[in-house]
């Protein structure tokens, strides 16, 4: 029995042969009961169904659409279908082989007048007639299918043109042959040699679109064969190799020098550093030791060590990742939406042009004969390229979400990658995002000449049992310094101004300069330093015992070292760069000077941070927000664009429209220039189709003549049809080379 599967369906799709396939296709899949949204990807050949719906029943409406498909479940390695789509590949090649092998001795043989005329070489022609009728069935045959099938179900796709291109090319060229006295004289030309040179080129066309077409998907082929095959698990005290579906969770792993982490976990007990470039994107291993997480595909470096496992299988961050690209390169742009429903009608268009031409000849030209009505209506059908509108959006995308995810960058959608390009502002989250997120002591100033090890040490005696958020950053340089900390009692935390409390018998306060006025401490020694410290977007806190100053310990969370390059980076893509932060504004001044920010919103609740946001955009700004998809989900969500920055492992950030794996801001500038180089390619990949269609089809339908004295001959409009798809595949697969300007010298490269 078929269970209902709720959420997400993927389909292979096969027989689709043009964007007027994929209108068809989603017509039939959202007239299913259940269905609540589907899309199909041309360039990829699936589609993606929404809703309470049994896989079969999907199946069956596409089989009932004259298509075929099957349900795609699990991580697919793709190894199937590179398998078809090359053995595909080899038989389009053999009857593009077998086509030319007869049209182009033809061809030529009539450039050079060595063919007798129609008249005096019937029975020639008869046996060319044959002959190009076995090509058009064992080299065309699949085009007259597809027109057959959607014939019936009331459609008209690429195939469709193509058949009745060249199927009217050969019966009319039969026709000549068999009641020639009913010919004008002028019209008495056999297409037998057009037919087949047409078929040929069209093949081979294909066959060179398909194989451009598979390395579009070669990121997830990467993405998938980073997982290793097997794993080397701890049971009952003996270590084992077992496939990777078999390891559970919270098994003991072992991981030797050089080999890829097979699950995620956390390490148990060793020291090595991992190379997570595939994760992130940047290139330099990370330390890793007991405690600290480990992710399935990362390459471990010279140690050894043993990790649990917490999550396997589809939980994997991997895994999620080749999901998230999957989804990302199947969905559609507001402007894909709109060409799937100029190419929905490209078809039938198409066929009222040729009808329209070969009427206009026929009576307004009769002198010309019906040679030129045939040959006008042909080439109109043979010249149209429904394929290059179907690819242009489709086949960028995958190749933009492909190479971003190569990159550390996890594009959701393709509606991101069109709101890029209109982006005029970057909002960044400060904590975490510009800076590091984690308070470290920057300064020890002792009151006079003495020791800065023990005026911390008495400071982290009060925070070690503190709640504040600086006080870990005290705690922690105590323990760096190897300083033992003594016990407080009598502790007390004074919201806003500090601690107090017992150290070794001496009351010992910490704080403000609020907190040191209740106490009677005069910190005038020390005012200027730390309003100095202040203006430097440090936290200056004062200590005194027994009321008594005895110095300023400042703490402060620095600035990713790469933030200032980074925000300079997006200064020369045009953008404004706003910081939006819940810090005093003091503070956030201070570091927006440091890293060269442009405007700073600052004491700002996170629940007022999506009005901050939206006030922007009221302005007319079109805005991307950039924070760590927490506290920040709000802004992310109302943003124009949402960029989350992951930590390397948490990339189920739902409000982000783009997640970053790694920390830096350099992913920001890398994101947008890609996307923006990926949108550049659309519109290059739509412009060329349209314009070649707008063209083209006038001039088949012979618009140039009176200028000219010239037809297009058929066979050229077939050359010109096949070219046009590969062009566009071959266009989009220069995004496969897009790379980071931060990892060479040249300027943002935009594609």
């Not at 068999?178 to 093949?203: D, G, K, M, Q, T």
């Not at 081979?204 to 990121?219: D, I, K, N, P, Q």
Request: with cysteine.
């Amino acid at each position: 029995m078929d269970q209902k599967v709720q959420n997400e369906i993927r389909l292979s799709i096969a027989g689709m042969s043009c964007a007027g396939c994929v209108a068809s296709v989603e017509k039939a899949l959202q007239a299913v009961p259940g269905v609540t949204s589907a899309s199909v990807n041309f360039a990829e050949h699936t589609a993606v169904i929404r809703g309470d719906v049994a896989a079969q029943a999907l199946v069956q409406a596409v089989r009932d659409a004259g298509y075929d498909a099957a349900e795609l479940r699990g991580i697919d390695d793709g190894r199937e279908r590179e398998a078809a789509e090359r053995a595909h590949t080899r038989r389009l090649l053999r009857q593009a082989a077998v086509a030319a092998a007869v049209g182009f001795p033809l061809f030529a043989a009539g450039l050079l007048g060595w063919l007798p005329s129609i008249e005096t070489g019937r029975g020639f022609w008869f046996v060319v007639g044959l002959a190009t009728l076995a090509v058009l069935i064992q080299a065309g045959g699949h085009f007259f299918t597809g027109a057959w099938k959607a014939f019936r179900h009331h459609d008209a796709n690429m195939d469709t043109l193509i058949a009745l291109g060249t199927g009217s090319a050969w019966l009319y060229s039969m026709a000549v042959l068999l009641w020639p006295e009913a010919v004008p004289s002028l019209a008495r030309h056999a297409y037998f040699e057009a037919a087949a040179i047409i078929i040929a080129f069209i093949n081979f066309g294909s066959a060179m679109e398909l194989r451009a077409r598979g390395r579009t998907s070669e990121a997830i082929r990467k993405l998938v064969g980073l997982q290793p095959r097997t794993a080397r698990v701890l049971r009952n005290g003996q270590e084992q190799d077992v496939p990777i579906e078999q390891v559970g969770l919270d098994e003991t792993v072992r991981v030797r020098p050089g080999e890829r982490i097979p699950v995620d976990g956390v390490i148990l007990e060793g020291t090595s550093s991992i190379d997570e470039s595939m994760l992130t994107g940047e290139p330099l291993p990370v330390a890793k030791g007991p405690g600290d997480e480990v992710v399935a595909g990362t390459i471990n470096g010279p140690g050894s060590f043993l990790f649990r496992s917490t999550r396997i299988g589809a939980d994997t961050v991997l895994a999620q990742i080749i999901e998230m690209v999957r989804k990302a390169q199947a969905s559609k742009p507001a402007i894909a939406r709109l060409v799937d429903k100029v190419a929905g009608v490209f078809v039938p268009s198409v066929m009222i042009v040729a009808v329209v031409a070969f009427l206009a000849w026929y009576n307004l030209a009769p002198q010309l004969g019906l040679g030129y009505a045939v040959t006008a209506a042909m080439t109109v059908l043979i010249i149209a390229c429904p394929c290059a509108l179907g690819l242009a959006t489709p086949i960028s995308i995958m190749v933009g979400v492909g190479r971003a995810a190569e990159m550390g960058i996890l594009i959701r959608n393709g509606d991101a990658l069109q709101q890029i390009g209109r982006l005029n502002t970057v909002v960044l989250d400060k904590t975490g995002t510009v800076t590091e997120g984690r308070p470290q002591v920057t300064d020890l100033l002792p009151r006079e000449a003495g020791e800065p090890d023990a005026l911390l040490r008495d400071a982290a005696a009060l925070e070690a049992v503190s709640e504040h958020p600086l006080a870990a950053a005290i705690t922690a340089e105590a323990t760096r310094r190897g300083i033992e900390v003594p016990a407080v009692e009598n502790f007390a935390a004074h919201a806003g101004r500090g601690v107090t409390g017992e150290v070794e018998g001496r009351q010992v306060a910490f704080g403000n300069a609020a907190l040191m006025a209740e106490r009677g401490v005069d910190v005038t020694p020390l005012r200027e330093r730390a309003a100095a410290l202040a203006v430097e977007a440090r936290t200056p806190m004062y200590l005194a015992v027994d009321g008594e100053l005895r110095g300023l310990v400042a703490v402060a969370d620095p600035v990713k070292p790469d933030s200032k390059a980074a925000i300079a980076r997006l200064h020369r893509l045009g953008l404004k760069v706003v910081m939006l932060t819940g810090d005093a504004r003091p503070t956030a001044e201070a570091v927006a000077r440091q890293v060269g920010i442009d405007a700073v919103i600052a004491d700002v609740h996170p629940d007022e941070k999506d009005r901050a946001v939206a006030e922007l955009q009221a302005r007319g700004e079109v805005v991307a927000m950039v924070g760590d998809g927490i506290n920040d989900a709000p802004a992310l969500a109302r943003a124009d664009v949402g960029i989350a920055i992951g930590t390397g492992t948490d990339i189920a950030i739902e409000s982000a429209d783009i997640t970053l794996m790694g920390g830096s801001l350099h992913g920001v500038a890398d994101a947008i220039a890609l996307s923006r180089a990926t949108v550049r390619n659309i519109r290059q990949n739509l412009f060329g189709a349209f314009v070649y269609n707008v063209i083209g089809i006038p001039v088949a339908a012979g618009v140039l003549y009176p200028v000219t004295g010239m037809m297009l001959s058929p066979i050229l409009a077939g050359a010109a049809m096949a070219a046009s798809s590969v062009t566009v595949v071959s266009n989009a697969n220069r995004l496969r080379w897009f790379r980071s300007p931060r990892f060479r010298s040249q300027p943002e490269n935009e594609a």
